[in-house]
């Protein structure tokens, strides 16, 4: 079964000077696994918390479906296997972490014979054990962005739903809270999160969905991110001259003089030996030879955050002249 299955959302806001209504959810529709990772990517604005808040049923949806668990979105039994940690979370600044856990607790219901022992060990997974005593307003981002953690995970959930996690905590918290997802999702547990971290993502996630002026614009696998993220190769030559590369068309996708260099852009793994074996034969140097790994980053950048809908800039030969040479099909 699903954990999170989502259908055909639609979502207007008001804006503040007008009152004509703006879009920003136009049909998301996606599912989350039972015990999967899912990451939730998407630029400034694309629609991610609004999501999020409606999967949780803290707002609602004009249209569409969600259902947590098989269960309608909002009713108490899914909320009650739900941990959320919002993205920008109220912490009542005068509480201690502990009194701050101690009534996170009994509002989610944790039996009052376990809490102790439950906030005793969700302060250790989230190493704040020596500052439960201190009062949040004392505390830093990073220390709040942790307890905002805590309380999330304080009642054992099966689905975790984190908007930003990583956001405020330097690269030593966000380790440790990625640890802590990596030991979660271990456990079983759903893991359903945004995030701008992009190298954060790649490290946790079985699959991330792309959202885009609040659509999903892709959903890639694993597998699939690898294979985008499999670069070309490139090869660093001298004494490269017209001719050389002759009839390697299918190897070769460029090959640049700059100076007395060229740089051969090889396009698969396997056409390597070919192409290193003719430039020796033909009497050139082989300089370097480098694999061009792209990042997740690399991706997103590249492809993804493109506007939706591109000015109409057509070519006389119908393609539009905006497209990026390495379109992937988004
Ligand atoms: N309560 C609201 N009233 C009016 N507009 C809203 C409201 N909440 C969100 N919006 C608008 O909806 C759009 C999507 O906002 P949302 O917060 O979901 O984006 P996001 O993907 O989470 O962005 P970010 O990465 O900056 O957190 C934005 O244009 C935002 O201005
Ligand atoms: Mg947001």
């Known amino acids: 079964m699903n954990a999170i299955s989502v259908s055909g959302v639609t979502k207007s806001f008001r804006g503040d000077m007008s009152l004509k209504k703006r879009e920003v959810l136009r049909g998301v529709t996606f599912e989350a ?32 479906t969600v259902e947590l668990f098989g269960r309608p979105a909002g009713c108490r039994d899914a909320a009650s296997r739900t941990g959320y940690l919002p993205e920008m979370p109220y ?58 953690l805590a309380q999330a995970i304080l009642h054992d959930p099966d689905l975790l739903v984190l908007d930003e996690p990583f956001s405020g905590l330097d690269p030593v918290g966000r380790r440790l809270v990625r640890d802590v997802l990596v030991d979660l ?34 959903t890639l696998g ?23 590369l002759a009839g390697l068309d299918e190897c070769v996708s460029s090959a640049a003089p700059r100076g007395e260099e060229t740089f051969v852009v090889v396009r698969e793994q396997r056409f390597v030996r070919s192409v290193i074996e003719r430039l020796y034969e033909r009497g050139a140097d082989v300089i370097s030879v480098a694999g061009v790994r ?10 993804i955050a493109r506007p939706a809908w591109p000015a109409r800039a057509e070519t006389p ?6 497209e990026p040479a390495a379109f992937v099909g988004f």
Request: net charge positive.
């Open 317 to 322: 030969g119908g393609e539009r002249s905006s």
């Open 222 to 244: 694993l597998d699939e991110l690898v294979r985008l993220g499999e670069g070309r190769i490139e090869i660093t030559a001298r004494g490269v001259r017209p001719g050389t």
């Open 91 to 148: 912490f009542y600044p005068h509480l201690t972490l502990a009194e701050f856990l101690e009534f996170c607790g009994r509002l989610s219901g944790v039996p009052a014979r376990d809490l102790a022992r439950r906030i005793d060990r969700v302060l250790e997974t989230v190493d704040l054990a020596p500052h439960r005593g201190l009062r949040l307003k004392g505390f830093s981002k990073g220390m709040l962005q942790r307890a905002g």
């Open 33 to 64: 696994r039972s015990g999967e990772a899912l990451g939730f990517l998407g630029s400034n604005g694309a629609g991610k918390t609004t999501s999020i808040k409606i999967i949780l049923g803290l707002i609602r949806a004009d249209g569409g």
């Open 185 to 218: 999702k271990a456990r079983g547990k759903t893991i359903f999160f945004s995030s701008h971290i992009l190298p954060d993502m790649e490290a946790l996630c079985d699959r991330v969905a792309i959202i885009r002026d609040g659509v999903i614009a892709k």
């Open 294 to 303: 792209r990042s997740l980053e690399d991706i997103f950048m590249q492809e």
